[in-house]
């Protein structure tokens, strides 16, 4: 039945070239399609997955250089600038560092006892201020949560509990 077709004989080294000759086409097949696809159609999880590969290779070579982009500080913000709580402006600032609070850490471990006496000791001035509030929007400058920060702010009063 199949003595002049080209099924009659697929054994032997003949077939096995055959066979790896497809299996390199469907290969180069599979990675132009996908390759179009993402080119044509978009593949948005393409995209986060690269990044994320990036981002653990430059963390094994150095750790501490890459912070996670949740904690990435917005714009026009420095490092352990005490200014970004609400109520403390560039005199209290000035206060806190001469009293050994000079970085977001610090003042998040600070009392409102020990805050309260800084003022209280800085003149009548500066008695009026309420830092109740500042060692909590302290600790979440420290811990890189500036959306929670913007939200707790826009809550507050001039650094006060409304």
């Known amino acids: 039945m199949f003595k002049n077709s080209v099924f009659t004989d697929y054994t032997g080294g003949e077939a096995m070239g055959e066979i790896l000759i497809m299996l390199v ?22 995209a986060e997955s690269e990044l994320e590969a990036e981002i ?19 714009k026009g913000v420095k490092k352990d600038d005490l200014k970004i709580v609400e109520g403390i402006g560039p005199k209290i600032e000035e206060l806190l560092h001469n ?6 850490e610090e ?3 600070s009392t409102k006892q020990r805050l309260e006496n800084i003022l209280r000791n800085a003149g009548d001035r500066f008695r009026m201020h309420d830092p109740s509030t500042w060692p909590e929007q302290a600790m979440l400058a420290d811990e890189g949560k500036w959306d929670e920060l913007e939200e707790y702010q826009d809550f507050l009063n001039g650094g006060k509990a409304r």
């Open 25 to 46: 086409v469907a290969a180069i097949l599979g990675y132009l399609l996908r390759w179009l696809q993402n080119r044509f159609w978009g593949c948005e999880h393409c």
């Open 56 to 74: 653990k290779k430059v963390q094994k070579v150095a750790p501490a250089a890459v912070a996670p982009v949740a904690t990435m500080m917005p």
């Open 99 to 104: 009293n050994g609070i000079k970085t977001w």
């Open 107 to 109: 003042l998040s471990k």
